[in-house]
């Protein structure tokens, strides 16, 4: 609006009108306007006190109408109404721009209108509430202060590391201590926290931490994939604050140094000797915490949110998220992965390929491209052991898996008697029986080479030398033919010893047969 008042006062001084204009910003041509209405009006400088610029300007411009016909905005609801999901100061700014049409009333332009809600803001210091909508953020960090539990067996003092989550628009906060700061616990923090609101927020602000972030980036950081998994599976978000910029989360900031008073601190002279005692004291000083009355607005963290927020939280899935980790691993020429020193097989199409795998507390699954192609039961136990699917094996590995110790034995008695000892031997000198399935099955394959009978006079020749014959006994014997040789010992003996002229029988000597 014109400044009339100050336009009459400069001119009184003597002032030119182009010195009024640049010295008020306005056209030099509504500086004479003004003045020459003035004095038609007979107005003059000094003019009374109780007379403003808008008193002057009804009487100097009366045709253009009074500018406060204009309806004002309710300012207290639109501030109410800005604290919810979606709503924005241009759509309520046409509901009432709709509302004054509906009444005949003159509304103001959005520029004014946004001009007077920003001063009722200021005035009652809210305007950061505007950023926060109940049920849009949730902050997460680890205290700085840590709590403690005593070994009971040593006497250790064992540092208790204490997660934070405050809902940004209530303020209302979930605390609980793990004894580490790693995934599991960052996970577990998160699913807990979940479950005792209620609900989940749609967008979750953690720090720069690498169980959250695996690359921190101005413009696009890398989410950790097992926490990006979880956020999936509760429907939100994860937005992390910038590297050394607190006021990107300054509700779990501040929290954190009243917890640190009002939780920690207040504990420390206790002695918990565990994990349980210690969070079941956390939680009751929590309880007091949350329904603690401002100092400076009616109300608690507990009453805001229970009026406010809940209703305003995303409904939880029906399963808690189970926690999984995340590793990489590439496949060997065995077509076995290895996770948590156990090895679980792959289709042996993927051989020398880089794989995700996936590592829950009952499952294992190796996914490629994001497409999964298999999924093992976890093994537990005593590491080094095989989880292998026969369907993910290349077609001569299959009939491998097929043999047993019977089949064997059975295989060998076609064979002979001497190849049956030969193969029990073999299969009976290892601790492991499947240990010497190879080893039969390349006596097995001799048959082929040199034929069923030379293996048989082999494998009794191996028996002459020693009563545990291996693999490679049998086979230097076929290889060099000494199965083909016949030694003295291995001579048909004599039918009867009357066959020769020369020998004395039992009559000769006088004895009776």
């Known amino acids: ?263 920690i601190a207040s504990l420390r002279n206790q002695k918990y000797f565990s994990l349980y005692a210690l969070n079941d004291d956390v939680f009751k000083k929590l309880k007091s915490f949350n329904e603690k009355l401002f100092q400076k607005k009616p109300g608690s963290r507990l009453s805001t949110f229970l009026t406010e927020e809940k209703d305003a939280l995303l409904p939880l899935p029906v399963n808690a998220y189970e926690l999984a980790i995340w590793k990489k691993a590439t496949v060997q020429f065995n077509y076995h992965i290895s996770a948590d020193k156990m090895f679980y097989s792959v289709p042996y199409e993927y051989i020398k390929h880089l794989v995700d795998v996936r590592i829950t507390r009952n499952v294992v699954e190796v996914f490629y491209n994001n497409h999964r192609i298999c999924s093992h039961p976890r093994l537990i136990g005593k590491p080094g052991q095989y989880s292998t699917i026969t369907e993910h094996m290349p077609e001569k590995h299959k009939s491998y898996t097929e043999w047993n110790s019977e089949r064997f034995i059975s295989w060998a008695g076609s064979v002979g008697v001497n190849t049956v000892a030969v193969v029990n031997a073999i299969l009976g000198f290892h601790k492991v029986e499947q240990q010497g399935y190879r080893a039969c099955m390349g006596l097995l394959k001799l048959a082929d080479k040199y034929g069923v009978e030379r293996l048989e006079t082999a494998c009794t020749k191996a028996l002459s030398y020693t009563p545990n014959p291996s693999y490679k006994n049998v086979c230097s014997i076929l290889k060099s033919g000494q199965d083909k040789i016949i030694t003295p010992k291995e001579e048909q003996p004599r039918s009867s010893s009357s066959d020769y002229g020369f020998t004395r029988g039992a009559d000769y000597y006088g004895r009776k047969q």
């Open 1 to 263: 609006m014109t400044q009339y008042r100050e336009i009459l006062r400069l001119a009184s001084m003597g002032l030119s009108r182009t010195s009024i204009g640049d010295s008020l910003q306005c056209s030099r041509n509504t500086v004479a306007d003004v003045l020459n209405r003035a004095m038609l009006k007979g107005i003059q400088y000094p003019l009374p006190l109780d007379v403003g610029d808008n008193d002057l300007h009804q009487t100097l411009y009366p045709e253009r109408g009074n500018a406060l016909v204009r309806k004002a905005p309710d300012c207290e609801y639109i501030h109410k109404e800005m604290a919810k999901s979606g709503v924005t100061l241009s759509l309520l700014w046409e509901e009432y721009c709709y509302g004054c049409k509906g009444s005949g009333e003159i509304p103001l332009g959005y520029t004014q209108f946004c001009y007077h809600y920003r001063q009722f803001a200021t005035t009652t210091k809210a305007t950061m509430h505007i950023q926060r909508k109940p049920g849009e953020q949730l902050e997460v960090d680890w205290a700085g202060q840590t709590a403690s539990i005593v070994d009971r067996d040593t006497g250790e003092v064992i540092p208790a590391s204490v997660f934070v989550a405050v809902l940004a628009s209530s303020g209302y906060a979930y605390v609980e201590a793990f004894l580490s700061q790693d995934q599991e616990s960052w996970i577990t923090a998160h699913t807990n926290a979940f479950k005792f609101f209620g609900g989940v927020t749609r967008i979750i602000i953690p720090d720069n931490l690498k169980t959250g972030v695996e690359k921190s980036s101005w413009y696009s950081p890398t989410i950790n994939k097992s926490y990006h998994e979880m956020a999936e599976h509760y429907g939100c978000a994860i937005v992390p604050a910038r590297v050394r910029k607190p006021k990107d989360k300054p509700s779990v900031e501040g929290t954190v140094g009243v917890i640190s008073t009002w939780i």
